[in-house]
């Protein structure tokens, strides 16, 4: 199985901050043929189910805010908050789809400061 | 507007069943394809299986032997059946569209296993 590491666990932020996250997977994710990572992340607010915010590494989903960045290629990915809002207080989870099983990472958490 | 709704028991005694139903509207499912994820509390997301739009199925290799997922198309329902439950498999359990990544997402079933 790919294994997908993101760091930090947790990270404390002021409103209007620019934060960026880290995701590594265990294998590239890059598939030669059509040159795509297969790479997703999901927000998830308490109590709510995750919500895609962006696939294919950096296209972000319809209605999702243009601070949401996605970024990276092969086993490292990125994502990029540009100015924090207070609605961004979540935890944000990687996932791999490249192969099966589909698998996440551990989550980031954004709490305020 | 698609819609996925996962139903099922709240509770289930060690060594039982577990039976959950997803209701899905606004898309097709011979044409989509439906996973199960679940979350114990306070930690993360676990993919279990899916169903294709073909009808195939394929599992988490470390829950495979307690797992199976079927469907009925024309109620536009997607079913998990897991055996033998244990303590550990106390969690949220979702129904997500699985295109690749997963883009449509339940509201989650809570599933405690207590005697």
């Known amino acids: 199985d790919i294994v997908m590491t993101q760091t930090p666990s947790s990270q404390a932020v002021s409103a209007g901050e620019k934060v960026t996250m880290s995701c590594k997977s265990s294998q590239s994710l890059l598939y030669s043929e059509n040159k795509k990572n297969y790479l997703a992340w999901y927000q998830q607010k308490p109590g709510q189910s995750p919500k895609l915010l962006i696939s294919w590494a950096s296209t972000r989903e319809s209605g999702v805010p243009d601070r949401f960045i996605g970024s990276g290629s092969g086993t490292d990915f990125t994502l990029t908050i540009s100015s924090v809002q207070a609605e961004d207080l979540a935890v944000y989870y990687c996932e791999q789809y490249y192969d099966t099983p589909p698998t996440f990472g551990g989550g980031t958490k954004l709490e305020l400061k | 507007q698609v819609q996925l709704k996962e139903s099922g028991p709240g509770l289930v005694q060690p060594s039982q069943t577990l039976s959950l139903t997803c209701t899905v509207s606004?898309?097709?499912?011979?044409?989509?394809?439906v996973s199960w994820i679940r979350q114990p509390p306070g930690k993360g997301l676990e993919w279990m299986g899916v169903i294709w739009s073909n009808g195939g199925t394929d599992y988490n290799s470390a829950i495979k032997s307690r797992l199976s997922i079927s469907r009925d198309t024309s109620k536009s329902q997607v079913f998990l059946k897991m055996n033998s439950l244990q303590t550990e498999d106390t969690a949220m359990y979702f129904c997500?569209?699985?295109?690749?990544?997963?883009?449509?997402w339940g509201q989650g079933v809570m599933v405690t296993v207590s005697s």
């Open positions: 997500a569209n699985t295109p690749g990544d997963f883009d449509y």
């Open positions: 606004g898309l097709s499912l011979t044409s989509n394809s």
